[in-house]
């Protein structure tokens, strides 16, 4: 079950469509009708983009999927096709088929690139994965600069504004429509206060801002719905178990891999949100890591924002902050701000050639 985040009436609410039907998305007494829509997977036969094309085959908003990867997605499109659901599936190999796989797209998902392992810096992945994100998004922009592009692909404090450079540079960036994919801290902050107070999941929101790498993850658990309380001892330790939840995924693997079940679902619950807000049903709020000026001096931020038929409709404001959360943002703010200014130089200035 794939689930979309809505407010009505000041109230967090979540809806929900069963995959073995058809979605009805309701609003009072109105029924949503579908439209049909062509999502995008870029690095659709790794570890992330299996799980992930499964849950989207399985998406009634989803008519078409199509699937890219450099290597073996030809098998992965050929075993989901198999799975009796209306979507049309295909699957798109290397660079030169990359073109036609975007050709249409309304959504384009990208969660390519190498996955953290044990030992691994914020450098070493920036290495890796800055690259391939930005051959991807230039390709983005001269084959589908109209789609909602969602990253995924870590690290996202900085490959969301290398998009977003490379989209500047090609002259079709839209801030409504690049989007970094943050789902997983609230999936995981919505798991970790219900378990720790003993509520339904399905009732509890647990906005989180900032941005997605360690210290930059900042629950607002003062914020949460229904309202709990926390000492100042368990405000801590709450905050520091939601951001280094993705180490403790990565440890307990053993380098066999990352948090990637996990990141399927949270991507799949933003994609299906995205499309809800493509399909103009109102009152779609998610938090994601967008371009922002919410707090002075920080380009992009992660925080709630209304989801549109454009995309991005509106980024919300943070709210009132307690104390705790307040020390916690003013704290993180630098190096948050050094990773995105990274991306940025990444594209401005680019590194010389390895000779």
Do not use: W
């Not at 509890?204 to 309380?229: E, F, K, M, R, Y």
């Not at 919410?294 to 709210?319: E, I, Q, R, T």
């Not at 703010?333 to 010389?352: N, R």
């Amino acid at each position: 079950m794939l689930l979309a985040n809505r407010v009505n009436a000041g109230a967090a609410r979540r809806v929900s469509g069963r995959a073995a039907a058809p979605i009805a998305v309701r609003a009072g007494r109105r029924s949503l009708v579908c439209e049909a829509r062509k999502v995008a997977l870029l690095g659709a036969a790794g570890g992330i983009g299996q799980p992930l094309a499964l849950l989207l085959k399985m998406n009634k908003f989803v008519t078409e999927l199509a699937l890219y990867d450099i290597a073996n997605v030809v098998g992965v499109a050929a075993d989901l096709s198999h799975c009796n659901t209306p979507v049309k599936v295909t699957g798109y190999t290397g660079p030169e088929e990359l073109g036609a796989c975007l050709k249409g797209a309304d959504l384009i998902v990208i969660p390519a690139g190498v996955p953290r392992k044990p030992g691994m810096t914020r450098d070493d992945l920036f290495n890796t994965n800055a690259g391939i994100v930005k051959a991807l998004v230039e390709a983005v922009a001269k084959h589908a600069p109209n789609a909602v592009l969602e990253i995924i692909t870590n690290p996202v404090n900085s490959t969301v504004p290398i998009a977003v450079e490379t989209l500047k540079l090609a002259g079709v960036y839209d801030p409504k429509k690049v989007i970094g994919v943050t789902s997983l801290d609230i999936v995981r902050a919505n798991t970790f206060v219900s378990e720790a107070k003993g509520l339904d999941m399905k009732d509890v929101d647990v906005p989180v801002i900032g941005g997605h790498a360690g210290s930059t993850i900042l629950p607002l658990l003062s914020q949460t719905t229904p309202p709990v309380t926390f000492t100042e001892a368990e405000k801590k330790a709450m905050t520091d178990k939601i951001a280094n939840a993705g180490t403790v995924v990565v440890e307990a693997k053993a380098g066999k891999g990352s948090a990637t079940l996990s990141m399927a679902y949270a991507a799949a619950r933003m994609a299906e949100s995205t499309l809800l807000g493509l399909n103009g049903e109102p009152n779609i709020y998610e938090c994601a890591f967008v371009q922002s000026d919410v707090v002075a001096d920080c380009p992009f931020f992660a925080s709630k924002v209304l989801l549109g038929p454009n995309g991005v409709a509106k980024v919300m404001g943070l709210g009132e902050l307690d104390a705790f959360e307040q020390a916690a943002m003013a704290a993180m703010l630098p190096q948050l701000k050094s990773e995105i200014q990274k991306g940025l130089d990444f594209v401005k200035s680019p590194p010389a050639p390895a000779s």
